[in-house]
């Protein structure tokens, strides 16, 4: 009777996940959908513990398992809770990496029952698969995903070598051919050869996320995503758990998915960001070679009186604001300006930040209201008839090159049109290259001008100084 | 050839799952907006956190006297429970957000 019970948690727990994606792709019942999911889980969490058996045993050790949740879920917590909102990328992607390694720990640990239990030339072939593929995929996202982390932080640089992409190809097919030896040629060398593979898999994560740029890294934190759902699939393949299997192919289907719109969000092929034309070599590229134009700087008494006379002016967010953590004063800046009667809104390019989805974010956290957002396209419509355009550390996501240099490695990608407005005042904390590692030929244009200074403390200025006029 | 058919009629019900979901999951994110990229990713990533599960039974079934099983185990409880737990409240922090600026 019990194991019925269990059957019912883990059915639950299916639909949950099921239901939870679903409401999670609707911004309306969005958090109620992560709520029900986080719900199913407790419920497929808590009937593994009390009611599942095998062979009529019961699970022993409550001790550890309880101690090892309890430690999870403090530090998983505190840390989810306290991580600022800047860093929320390299979060996910930590505890991405940690779910890859969970996977890559059970197939150890199960490999270590099977050869102890059979002998070497008896080892089931269906259930080695499994359990490969699980460590393979497990550990593949382990190791990228802390990469990603690192690169997200700032910890991990930029890092290929020539012929690096035909180095992974080569590692990957010595994964694979390790893979195929010890399933089909079975020795007393299997523990040796599975662990060769356990490092390889990991060597692979970290060379597959090397050389792909740091605005690339939501797109890869999404497959690595996807990848740790295929990982958890095995998982439900090895223990014939329901729950397990169908949250890990859903979340691998979705997942997959997801990290396919991500990229057209960009304009841009997977096969083109995991090739990686933002990655080191393309600094090198035609347009770095380019002449650097002059630029003409303001000064912020300027900025203010050319701001507060205007009719409109647009705010184009980057990740120069997040880092500034100014969110809070731009808001401030424009309920000023709304004051003196200059209508100000926010042009949001769909890959500004981070992560798609990251102004937004940052935005709501200021109180900026919904309507004040407006998406590329409509954005791109108002920008002619603009008097100026406010860029706060964005750079990429408004370069002309994507336009009209097809030899840049941003070429194609769609951009917020400001050079359409009437002036265009630019925020930077230097004229360094964006994250793409390129140069900006708006910087050099007329109509443009630069203002620099860390996002936060030129926006109090400016608000200072308007207030003054 | 006939391996394989024998593989497929054994496990018919896991190769059902598989197929039906692969289909759920495409579907079911279909129309996403852009804004919502991320904390779907992040809710995605909370629920293939459901690996735990696993971890949970391994844990459970190790012999008290294999270190192996019970360490590496305990690692993967751990791990598995940071990945579901940090994963669901970073979404809602996320969404959070979200809320707010729809008043």
């Keep these: 009777m019990e194991l019925n019970v269990l059957t019912l948690c883990y059915l639950i727990g299916s639909v949950t996940f099921i239901l939870g994606l679903k409401m999670l792709s609707n911004p309306a019942t969005a958090r109620k959908g992560n709520l029900i999911a986080a719900a199913g889980m407790i419920i ?114 930029d890092f290929s070598f020539t012929g690096q992409h035909i180095f992974n190809i080569i590692l990957l097919l010595v994964i694979v051919g390790l893979a195929v030896y010890l399933i089909g040629w079975p020795s007393d060398n299997a523990t040796i050869i599975f662990y060769a593979i356990l490092a390889l898999s990991l060597l692979y994560g970290v060379f597959f996320v ?50 396919i719109l991500m990229c057209k969000a960009m304009n841009r092929s997977l096969a083109n960001v995991l090739i990686g034309s933002f990655g080191g070599g393309s600094k090198t590229g035609p347009a770095g070679d380019k002449e650097q134009g002059s630029y003409k700087e303001i000064s912020l008494s300027d900025t203010a009186v050319v701001m507060s006379y205007a009719s409109k002016v647009y705010i184009v967010p980057g990740y120069g604001l997040a880092v500034a953590q100014a969110q809070h004063a731009c808001h401030e800046l424009e309920k000023l300006l709304e004051a003196k009667g200059v209508d100000v809104k926010y042009a949001i390019h769909p890959v500004a930040g981070r992560m798609p989805g990251h102004m937004n974010v940052l935005l709501a956290e200021a109180d900026v209201p919904y309507e004040k957002l407006l998406e590329m396209e409509q954005a791109n419509d108002e920008f002619p008839s603009t008097d100026v355009v406010l860029i706060l550390g964005a750079n990429d996501v408004v370069n002309p090159a994507a336009k009209t240099d097809p030899s840049s490695p941003i070429y194609g990608m769609p951009i917020l049109d400001v050079e359409l407005a009437k002036n265009v005042i630019v925020n930077k904390r230097s004229m360094k290259p964006g994250y793409a590692g390129i140069e900006n030929d708006l910087f050099f244009q007329p109509k443009t001008s630069m203002l620099f200074g860390d996002a936060k403390k030129v926006l109090q200025d400016l608000i200072a100084e308007i207030k003054n006029l | 050839m006939e391996n394989i058919l024998s593989w497929i009629t054994a496990n018919q019900q896991i190769i059902y799952i598989v197929i039906l979901m692969i289909f759920v999951g495409i579907e079911v994110i279909g129309r996403v907006p852009s804004v919502l990229h991320t904390p779907l990713m992040s809710g ?36 598995g429970t940071l990945n579901v737990v940090g994963g669901f409240v970073v979404t809602d922090r996320m969404l959070e957000m979200f809320k707010k600026k729809k008043k």
């Design chain 1, 44 to 157: 497929a969490i808590l009937g593994t513990i009390f009611l599942y058996e095998e062979g009529g045993q019961k699970l022993g050790n409550y001790a550890w398992i309880f101690g090892g949740i309890a430690i999870g879920t403090v530090i998983g917590f505190l840390s989810a809770k306290k991580v600022k909102m800047t860093a929320m990328p390299e979060m996910v992607s930590m505890f991405n990496g940690m779910g890859g390694a969970c996977a890559m720990l059970i197939s150890i640990v199960e490999f270590n029952h099977l050869v102890h239990g059979y002998p070497a030339s008896e080892l089931p072939v269906g259930t080695v698969l499994i359990i490969l593929l699980g460590l393979i995929i497990g550990s593949v996202s382990f190791a990228g995903s802390m990469i990603a982390w690192g690169k997200l932080n700032g910890k991990v640089k």
């Design chain 2, 44 to 79: 995605a990533n909370a629920i293939h956190g459901v690996v735990i599960i696993g971890a949970i039974i391994v844990m459970g079934k190790a012999e008290s006297d294999n270190y192996l099983a019970l360490v590496l185990g305990f690692i993967a409880v751990i791990v």
């Design chain 1, 210 to 259: 090397f050389p792909i740029g740091g605005a690339d890294m939501p797109v890869v934190i999404s497959l690595l995503n996807s990848f740790t759902g295929v990982a958890a699939a095995c998982g439900g393949f090895l223990y014939d758990n329901k729950v397990m299997l169908t949250g890990g192919i859903l979340v691998g289907a979705a997942g997959t998915l997801l990290t």
